[in-house]
């Protein structure tokens, strides 16, 4: 009699932006070109508006910290790097990096009023059910003088487009890691903002094209060198896709 032949388990399919998807993708996070390389981009890119610390071990809040990607572009600049995130997965990757991670919400943080320096939301506000709550939690987080950094996607069309119907079809996004409901219409956000005392200024930005293409052709090939440097997140005039942000709060 023949033994049976193994049953394979397929993957789970879990809804658009299900907090899951990390779990099932936390081998990916510090692989120069796996699924989440373009993090690694764009946490340089908003490390790269972060100052050095006014004051010893002044506090920076990481809001969606994931696996402490933002860590290493902090590296230097004296900062006691506190990281907030849901997924358990990441945050004991993060962990590892220096950062000192809390397990919880976004939108309800246990730390306490104008306790940061700096508050971080890196590609976080698309990926939460209200981001004005997340805002006005990043905002309370701040002490006044205090700045904010994030970068998120606009609630238009072409970022519909570019991100979803587009991006997650190439090997930058996972697929089904977003839910364009969920993307952040960039003048409700400096309203928002406004509301709770920052004063937030926006400038559009992209992954350079060159070093994208670059990017996309060594992974379509199966290339396993690394590359000789990460693409860069640059500057452009249009928010109508990705755009980040940097606002001080008033007082």
């Known amino acids: 009699m023949r033994d049976a ?6 993957p789970r399919v879990l809804p658009p932006n299900d907090p899951r998807q990390y779990d ?12 989440f390389a373009m993090l690694h981009w764009l946490a340089r890119a908003r490390a790269a ?24 572009h902090l590296a230097g600049k004296g900062y006691r790097h506190v990281g907030v995130d849901l997924t358990r997965s990441a945050l004991d990757q993060a962990a590892a ?10 939108t309800a943080v246990p730390l306490a009023d ?3 320096a700096v508050v ?4 976080l506000l698309e990926h939460v059910p209200d981001w004005r709550r997340a805002v006005a939690e990043a905002c309370r987080l701040l002490r006044p003088g205090g700045l904010l950094v994030l970068d998120t996607l606009n609630d238009t069309l072409l970022a519909r487009l570019v991100a979803v119907e587009l991006g997650e079809r190439l090997p930058t996004v996972p697929r089904g890691i ?14 928002e903002c406004a509301r709770h005392g920052v004063t937030l200024r926006l400038r559009g930005v992209r992954p350079e094209l060159g070093g994208t293409a670059a990017w996309l052709w060594r992974r379509w ?31």
Do not use: K, N
């Not at 032949?5 to 397929?10: D, E, G, I, K, R």
């Open 97 to 106: 990096h220096g950062v000192t991670v809390i397990q919880g919400d976004a």
């Open 178 to 191: 977003h839910d364009p409901r969920l993307f952040v219409d960039a003048r409700a956000l400096v309203a």
């Open 114 to 116: 104008g306790c940061a």
């Open 24 to 35: 099932d993708l936390a081998g990916e996070w510090w692989r120069p070109d796996g699924a």
């Open 221 to 251: 090939r199966g290339d396993g060198r690394p590359a000789r440097r990460e693409p860069r997140i640059l500057p452009t005039r249009s928010t109508a896709v990705l755009y980040q942000g940097r606002g001080h709060r008033s007082g």
């Open 5 to 10: 032949a193994p049953v394979s388990t397929p």
């Open 120 to 123: 971080s939301a890196g590609e």
């Open 49 to 72: 508006m972060v100052p050095p610390a006014s004051e010893r071990d002044a506090l920076l809040v990481d809001l969606g910290c994931g696996a402490g990607l933002l860590a290493p």
